[in-house]
Nanobody, 126 residues
Framework: QVQLMESGGGSVQAGGSLRLSCAAS????????ISWFRQVPGKEREGVAA????????YYPRSVKDRFTISQHNAENTVYLQMNSLKPEDTAMYYC???????????????????WGQGTQVTVSS
């Protein structure tokens, strides 16, 4: 089992920044895929960033590329999501998720993830 705990959400004005953290514990492995998804009521979860913990490959959709940056601190088993130039449409519940493998073709498929955190709310006002 892997436990994931998100933190760092909050309210910010458009153009501002937030950094989310995802702390992993339990049976973590050196090669996992840790991702951030977001969801608004009535819509499917959308992948916004992923990182392979071995090698550091990262993946982003076009909607957040150049604004969001995912990174990891291996010694602390923590993955970060730095969000800059936030827009009102970035408002959502943000979830951290983990699976044992992903690639550029599969990382956005939420059903492939074995473990999920409880989520942290991000609200961007105009």
């Amino acid at each position: 089992q892997v436990q994931l705990m998100e933190s760092g959400g909050g309210s910010v004005q458009a153009g501002g920044s937030l950094r989310l953290s995802c702390a992993a514990s339990g049976n973590t492995y050196s090669d996992m895929c840790i991702s951030w998804f977001r969801q608004v009521p009535g819509k499917e979860r959308e992948g916004v960033a992923a990182i392979r913990t071995r090698g550091g490959a990262t993946y982003y959709p076009r909607s957040v590329k150049d604004r969001f940056t995912i990174s990891q601190h291996n010694a602390e088993n923590t993955v970060y999501l730095q969000m800059n130039s936030l827009k009102p449409e970035d408002t959502a519940m943000y979830y951290c998720a983990a699976q044992y493998f992903c690639n550029s073709a599969s990382w956005q498929r939420a059903e492939k993830y074995n473990y999920w955190g409880q989520g942290t709310q991000v609200t961007v006002s105009s």
